[in-house]
């Protein structure tokens, strides 16, 4: 009995915070999710045609298509860029990592609109990106507009989600087990894959799913280097809301977002904690080793 008195008292403390969540996330969600299953604004007729109309109008799906591919691209290019980089971080001395460090974490001191804008400045027609293309030769290069300029300027905005956490995790990975590779005749590049990349699977997955949820629900930089016609899922939910009030349609599609985002992360938690118990079992060997 006294167990049960001491396990509700450790959690006695966290009932405002609870309380809070419950207010500001779940009570919204379930208002969406009933306004989602229902025919429109005034009309309470349970229906599931708002989610059927998802897979059958013949727009949703595709704007559903077009955002998870541009954030997989974002995704890739941060983890192309990212894992160098954060590689590079804990290669180098105090001093120079953190200059690195605080050359990451500039974005985030800046505002969100004054880097956009910046890009568009870049991007637009007759911009420097356009001329640099003008000067070799290829005339009327534009990505102002286009997907591949929105995804330019969301990896931009991104990376630094993608090395964060990839340097927490490069970080404690023990150097001597490269040493040990190297000492038993292994290369330095199989080596590298054979016993840093695992190891350090855990941060990767953490930042592609962290990147990757990011980019799916991503609004300022579509709408403001995107195009109508190159529309991401985020423009689709606020032009249903604030232009159609279509507030039954866009919760269903919402919903729809919400349940794959969960879903990346319960993967990425089942993935990331059991490449992180490998790192942590590995890492524990070798220092047991005379």
């Given amino acids: 009995m006294s167990s049960i008195k001491s396990r509700w008292a450790s959690w006695l403390p966290l009932l405002p915070a609870l309380a809070l969540l419950a207010g500001i996330l779940l009570v919204p969600l379930v208002k969406t999710f009933i306004r989602s299953v229902t025919r429109g604004f005034r009309d309470s007729t349970f229906t599931w045609q708002n989610y059927a109309d998802i897979f059958t109008d013949g727009v949703t799906m595709t704007v559903l298509g077009r955002t998870a591919l541009t954030a997989a691209m974002v995704t890739i290019a941060a983890l192309l860029i ?3 980089y954060a590689y590079l971080m804990t290669r180098v001395g105090p001093r120079a990592r953190g200059i690195l460090l605080v050359m990451v974490l500039i974005p985030f001191w800046t505002s969100v609109m004054a880097r956009n804008f910046a890009w568009i400045v870049i991007l637009q027609n007759g911009g420097p990106v356009q001329r640099m293309f003008q000067f070799i030769g290829i005339d009327d290069f534009v990505l102002y507009g286009k997907t591949a300029g929105v995804t330019i300027a ?6 630094p989600f993608m090395v964060l956490p990839l ?3 490069l970080g404690g990975i023990d150097r001597k087990l490269l040493l040990a ?3 038993l005749g292994s290369s330095p590049t199989a080596a590298f894959w054979k016993i840093f990349w695992p190891l350090s699977r855990g ?8 990147v990757f ?5 991503f609004y300022v930089t579509p709408a403001l280097l995107g195009s109508p016609q190159q529309s991401l899922v985020a423009q689709l939910l606020a032009q249903r809301t604030t232009v159609l009030l279509d507030f039954a349609a866009a919760g269903a599609l919402g919903m729809v977002v ?4 969960l879903a990346l992360v319960a993967w990425a938690n089942r993935v990331g904690g059991t490449m992180s118990a490998i790192g942590v079992v590995a890492s524990n060997r070798t220092k047991d080793r005379p």
């Avoid at 941060?203 to 962290?210: E, Q, R, S, T």
């Avoid at 949820?213 to 629900?217: I, K, M, P, V």
């Fill in 154 to 159: 969301m990896t931009q905005v991104m990376l």
């Fill in 82 to 84: 990212g894992y160098p």
């Fill in 181 to 183: 590779a190297r000492g």
């Fill in 167 to 169: 340097f927490s995790t």
């Fill in 213 to 217: 949820t990011l980019s799916l629900g």
């Fill in 203 to 210: 941060g990767v997955v953490a930042g592609v799913i962290l």
């Fill in 258 to 261: 919400l349940v794959v985002t």
